[in-house]
């Protein structure tokens, strides 16, 4: 494992080749891409890389609430046909938009390091509130999260809560439309920044308010399994502690079995760094997780703290955190949640 290195990191085994980055169209998706291939040029300026945007099913679907749409695929399945059939050589997503199990033959080849990953508080332009407490009662706010909704219920009964979807400039679009319902939206802070948009931020809300999506606020390069060239250059851009806290928390979605319309939210840190002149060489890694019924109604939470090393070990630690969630009523959580699901899927397509 390294972190990011400060310089160029050349390979003279590497045959000069030319490399195809691929991502969703959106916005942010190719702002995002452009980071990597920076990154990738900077620590290998011999090399040829090349970009490649193209819409998902995510992006083309949005009249649907998340939840009702399925898992994470949405957004990356068209992608990975094309890296497979090598149209393309690497792909840059949102790591928390990534299936917690890859397909056959893909991999993660790097995971960056991660942005702030804490969800923001963005109020409608020319209104005076500056946190949710201050909101009127009724005030609908605005997210295609139910994992944002169901913590939020808990504490804040009085606010309605809206699905919006589309991309960052609609959903701010909507906010501020004078005849528009939203008083105010809930967003990924990470997005905010990396579009230049972080003077719309009113307030940040991070744990215990409320607690992140897996991964959120980290990138990641998925390549195909037997390319070893695309795995030795994702190694230069991988950051040692973002890699562990991440994985931990793949591993306790994973086990889980929840996809982006699960209620469930991490907080992790990573303190006692130990390192060595190979770089960061772990630490003591500290995760919260938390599983939430929709309506607000249960919440389970569990906090685990163990000294890790490998990834092998932080994907323990995050294994071992969703079996206790699990055993304290989790299970039960998620259960009725696929049951309501399937349910109002059947009532829209019907």
């Known amino acids: 494992m390294t972190d990011t290195p400060t310089g160029v990191v050349e390979d003279t085994t590497l045959q000069p080749r ?18 990597v291939h920076d990154a990738l040029r900077k620590a290998f300026p ?12 995510g992006d083309k679907n ?12 949405l957004w990356t399945k068209e992608l990975e046909i094309a890296l497979k059939e090598k149209t393309v050589d690497m792909l840059v997503h949102s790591l928390k938009d990534v299936p917690t199990v890859l397909p056959d033959g893909c991999e993660i080849g790097a995971i960056l390091e ?56 609609t959903r701010l679009s909507k906010l501020d439309a004078p005849d528009g319902p939203f008083t ?51 190694r230069a851009l991988t950051h040692t502690e973002t890699q562990l806290k991440c994985l931990a928390e793949r ?3 994973r086990r889980l079995e929840g996809g982006c319309s699960v209620p469930v939210g991490v907080d992790t840190e990573l303190t006692d760094v130990e390192r060595s002149t190979d770089g960061l060489q772990g630490g003591l890694l500290r995760i ?8 607000g109604s249960l919440h389970v939470q569990h906090t685990l703290t163990e000294q890790v090393h490998t990834t092998e070990q932080a994907e323990q630690v995050g294994v071992k955190l969703a079996v206790t969630l699990i055993e304290q009523g989790a299970g039960k959580i998620l259960e009725d949640i696929n049951v309501d699901r399937e349910k109002r899927a059947k009532e829209v397509n019907s």
Do not use: W
Not at 18 to 35: C, D, G, K, P, Y
Not at 62 to 72: H, M, P
Not at 148 to 165: E, G, I, N, Y
């Open 184 to 234: 105010a939206l809930i967003l990924a802070k990470a997005g905010l920044v990396r579009l230049g948009m972080g003077d719309r931020i009113t307030t940040d809300l991070g744990a215990p308010v409320l607690y992140h999506a897996v991964s959120q606020g980290a990138l990641t390069v998925e390549i195909r399994s037997d390319d070893a060239k695309a795995r030795e250059l994702c």
């Open 288 to 295: 919260t997780g938390c599983v939430t019924a929709i309506d």
């Open 251 to 253: 591993a306790l979605l």
């Open 46 to 57: 011999s090399l040829s890389f090349g970009t490649s945007f193209m819409k998902t099913e």
């Open 114 to 169: 991660r942005e702030d990953p804490v969800d923001s508080l963005i109020v409608k332009k020319g209104l005076p509130y500056k946190n949710l407490d201050e909101l009127p009662d009724g005030s609908v706010v605005g997210t295609s999260s139910i994992r944002r909704v169901a913590q939020l219920r808990r504490s804040f009964p009085k606010l309605q809560f809206m699905d919006v979807r589309g991309n960052l400039n």
């Open 18 to 35: 030319s490399f195809v980055l691929a991502s969703r169209a959106s916005q942010l998706a190719q702002i995002q891409t452009n980071i």
């Open 62 to 73: 949005l009249s649907q609430a998340l939840y009702l749409l399925g898992g994470k695929a």
